[in-house]
C-alpha cells in the first residue's frame, strides 16, 4: 500500500486529538504539558507532511519556528510546575482551588 | 542580514528593534551594574518614549516589505502606538504604585519584550511572523502573570494561564498548518487572492482552528475560562497589561486574519458565523457573570470578556461583504474600524485608572472586595473620584469616553444590519450599569469602618489626573480620538488597488468589487 498525503493528515489529527483529550482528562499537570507538546508535534507532523507532497519548504520553515518556540515554552512551562510542586507537593491540578469563583 | 539593515525599509523596523535592543542591554546593566529597580524602570520608559517618538514620525502609506513577512500601514502604526502607551503606564505601575522592594529589575524589563511581541503582531503580514511574535507575548506573559512565584494564588493563576495559552497556540499552529497545505502560502496578502469562489473546507477548517486560538487571547466566549482566575492572581499592572495589551493583541491579530487575509466573500462566510456566536455569547455572560462577583479584580476580568463582546461587534460591522446582508458603503466598513480602535484607545483609558486604584488599594485595605470600598470617597477622594469615573466610562454613560465607544459600536451595528447583535448590544450595556454601579453605591453611599485618610503619592496623583482628563476630554470632544486614530486603517483597499510595494503576482479584484 503506498502512504499518502492523507494517510500523514490522519495520523496528525488523531495526534491532536490524543493530545487534546489528554489536556482535558488528565489530573496531572506534566501529563498535561506532555499532552501539549503532543497537539503541537501534530501541528509539525501536518506541515512537513504538506511541505513534502506540495513540495514548498515553507512548512519546514514553520516547523523549525515552532520547535524552537516550543523549547523556550517548555523552559518556563517547567520551571512555573516546579515552583508550584516547591510550594504544594503535587503536581495536581486538583489543588488548584485558591482561585474560585 | 546584512542587505535587511541596509535597506531603506529599515525606519519601519526600527521602533521594534530599538525596543528589543534596549531590553536585552537592560538585562545585561540590571546584571553587572546593579541598577536598582526604579533606575531599570526609568531606563525601560526612556526606551519606550524613544521608540514611540521614532513611530509617531513615520508616515502610514501601507508598505509590504521583507519578502512579505511585515506590513506597515495606519493600523500597524496606531496600534504600535497604543501598545507602547500601554506598555509604559505597566512598568509606570510596576514601580511606582506596586512596592518596588517585591519585585526585581525584571519586572520592569520583561513588559519591553512582550511590548516588541505585540508590536510585531500589529505589523505581522505572514503567519510564521504572527506565531513567533504571539509566542514572544505569551511566554513572557506566563512569567509577568506568576511573577510572586512564592504566592499560591499568582503561581496558580501561572499555571493556568501556561496550559490555557500552550492550549491556544496549539489550535493556531494547527489551524495555520491546514491552511498552508490546502494554500501553499502562510501570506496575508497571497491568501486574500487566492480565495477565487470560496475557501476550501480544508482551509475553513483551519480558519476556525486559528480563531479558536485567537479567541483565547481575546478572551471570547467559550474560551475565555482563564481570565476570571489569571486576572486574580497576576499583580495588578500585569492584569491591566493582559486586559488591555493582550486583549488589543489578539484584536490587531483578528483585524489582520479576519479582514486582511480572509477579508473576501469566501472567507467571511467563515469566520462571520463563528464570531457572531463568540460575540453573542461573551456579551451575555461576561455582563451576566459579572453581576454576582464580589471581588474587584474578578468583576473586571468578567466585564473584559463583555468588552470583548463589545468590539467583536465593532470587527464584524468593519466587513467587506457580511453574507445575506447588503453589500455596506465604504464608509461603514471605516466606520467599524474606527470604532474598533476608539473602543480600545476608551477601554486603556478606563482599565488602567481602575488597576491604578486597586494597586494603590491593595496593601491599605484589608481586601479588594466591594465592601472594602465602603466609605472610600471620605478617605481618598481622589482615588474614589477615579475609580467612579472609570466605572461610568466602562459603563458607557455620556458624558465620558466609553459612551462614544459603545455609541459607535451601536451605529455600526445599526449601519450594517445587525439588529440582532445591535439588540443584544443594548441589553449588555444595561446589564453592565448594575454591577459597575455596585462599587461606586458602595464607594458613596457607605459609611467607612477606618476613617484615616489614604495618602496617594504626588507621582499617582497626577498620572490618574491626567487619566481622568484625558477620559472626560474624549467624552466631551469625541474629534480628539479622531485625530489621534485618523488614518489607522488595514491596508486592505490599498492591496487591492496595487500601491503596494511587493504587490502579490497576480492582480485581483479589489474586496469590495469582488460580487460575482
Known sequence: MEITLNHYLAVAAVLFVIGLMGVIMRRNLLI????????????NLTFVAFSRFDNLVDGQVFVFFVITVAAAEVAVGLALIVALYRLRQTTSVDALTTLKF | MLHLLNSNLLPYFAP???VTVWAMVLLLGDAFFEFTPRQTANLALAGLAVAAVETLLLDSAPIVFWNGMCIWDGSAKFFDIFFLAVAALVIWMGDEVQAPVEYGGEFAILPLFTTVGLMLLASANDFMLLFVALELVTISFYILVAYRRRTLAALEAGVKYLILGGLSSAFLVMGVAYI???????????????????????????????LVGIG?????VPFHVWAPDVYEGAPNSITAFLSVGSKAGGLIMLLRIALGAFGGDGGTAVWYPVLTVGAILSLLLGNLAAIPQRNLKRLLGYSSIGHSGFILVAVIGAAAALPHLPRPQMADINTGQVAVSVYLVTYLLATFTCFIVLALLRT?????????????????????????????????IPPLSGFVAKALVVLVAWNRGLYVLLALVLFAAVAALYYYLGPIKAMYWSEPLDRTPIIVSRPATVVLSLLIALMILTGFWPQSIACLISGATLAREGAAQGTLTAAPPTPSPSVAQATP
Open chain 2, 180 to 210: 498552508f497545505g490546502v494554500m501553499g502560502t502562510t501570506r496575508f496578502d497571497v491568501l486574500v487572492n487566492a480565495f477565487h469562489g470560496g475557501v476550501p473546507v480544508m482551509a475553513a477548517f483551519g480558519l476556525i482552528l486559528v
Open chain 2, 16 to 18: 521594534e528593534l530599538l
Open chain 1, 32 to 43: 498535561i504539558y506532555m499532552s501539549l507538546e503532543m497537539m503541537l508535534q501534530a501541528a
Open chain 2, 216 to 220: 483565547f487571547k481575546i478572551a471570547m
Open chain 2, 364 to 396: 491599605r485595605l484589608p481586601g479588594l472586595e466591594i465592601h472594602h470600598l465602603a466609605g472610600l470617597s471620605q478617605r481618598a477622594p481622589l482615588l474614589a473620584a477615579a475609580f467612579a469615573l472609570a466605572l461610568i466610562s466602562l459603563a458607557g
